[in-house]
């Protein structure tokens, strides 16, 4: 679980949905892919994930829609094992394996493109491995299955510990990746039908960044439940890693759609000419920040 996604278990912790009238259950889906596909199913309501499965749904018909972005930048990390720098990875390439969630996942996308922006071809120079979850891409790593994978959480420390090294940082790289790498999406039809419990959500989901921001012990308790981890040290070197990458106001990132839909034009041509605004609503949080509600959140004493 990204450490940007816990503003929303911090949400369910501190009673934000009950707070503004909601009855909400979360229910954590392995993978953006699969996550997508139980919002257009109607089995969830929202999805919270990165945006490639969000807007490749959209492309082949579905009426998805990004509602708010929390990660405006891609923020992993390519980890190799045998292979120590980019200098080593081009030089250990074509046939080089990175491993992936699965095909049609973020760390899909995410792999090819950080792969193309420094030179090399997927799918010849490196090969996508699907190797499931983070922890058993990193157990893979370890027993020579594949050659690198991405991480969101791998932590210096951490990596270094277990002979891991950091050939590529993404939220720190020049020049930056704009993505819409972490957040809110639901269904054109939740909005049209819904709009009340759409601005409730979006106050439970900002009042729960708010929290993350400024109460760091609540936050790193949160995560450590969540993840199931009990190394506080790590949580909040991870906390003041993330928590700066995190906006009191959460636009979905026009820059980062529009990156990614570049990385999409191969599949889909039409996103050439395709009009923006079918792939997020901006609404709810313009509606947040206007008010004054965000702003209320940080004043002192707010809760």
Do not use: C
């Not at 889906?29 to 929202?46: C, N, P, W």
């Not at 790289?173 to 959500?201: C, D, Q, W």
């Not at 936050?219 to 993840?227: D, E, F, G, H």
């Amino acid at each position: 679980m990204s450490p940007t996604q816990t503003n929303l278990w911090i949400s369910k912790e501190a009673g934000l949905f009950d707070k503004y009238g909601l009855d909400v259950t979360l229910v954590l889906i392995g993978g953006g892919l699969r996550t997508i596909q139980s919002l257009i199913a109607g089995d969830v309501s929202f999805a919270q994930g990165g945006g490639e499965a969000v807007l490749v749904a959209n492309l082949k018909g579905a009426d998805t829609a990004i509602i708010a972005t929390n990660e405006p930048v891609l923020t992993y990390k390519v980890i190799g094992k045998k292979i120590k720098s980019l200098e080593e990875l081009k030089r250990a390439s074509p046939g080089v394996r990175l491993g992936i969630q699965s095909f049609g996942s973020t760390s899909d996308f995410v792999g090819r493109k950080i792969m193309v922006s420094i030179g090399l071809t997927p799918g010849k120079d490196v090969i996508m491995v699907p190797s499931g979850e983070a922890t058993g891409r990193l157990a893979a790593l370890s027993q020579g299955l594949i050659d690198l994978t991405l991480m969101q959480t791998a932590l210096p420390t951490r990596m270094s510990r277990g002979g891991f090294h950091i050939l590529l940082d993404t939220a720190t790289a020049e020049p930056p990746f704009p993505y819409h790498g972490m957040g809110l999406s639901t269904r054109r039809e939740m909005i049209r039908r819904n709009p009340g419990v759409v601005s409730s959500v979006m106050k439970a989901y900002v009042e729960g960044i708010k929290i993350y921001k400024t109460e760091r012990e609540f936050s790193l308790k949160v995560r450590a439940k969540y993840t199931r981890r009990s190394n506080m040290d790590e949580l909040q070197e991870e906390w003041k890693e993330y928590v700066g990458l995190v906006s009191k106001a959460p636009y979905p990132t026009i820059s980062g759609i529009k990156a990614m839909l570049g990385d999409l034009s191969g599949s889909f041509p039409e996103t050439s000419n395709i009009d923006i605004r079918r792939f997020y609503n901006d609404r709810f949080i313009r509606d947040l920040e206007v008010s004054g509600f965000i702003n209320n959140l940080y004043k002192a004493g707010a809760k």
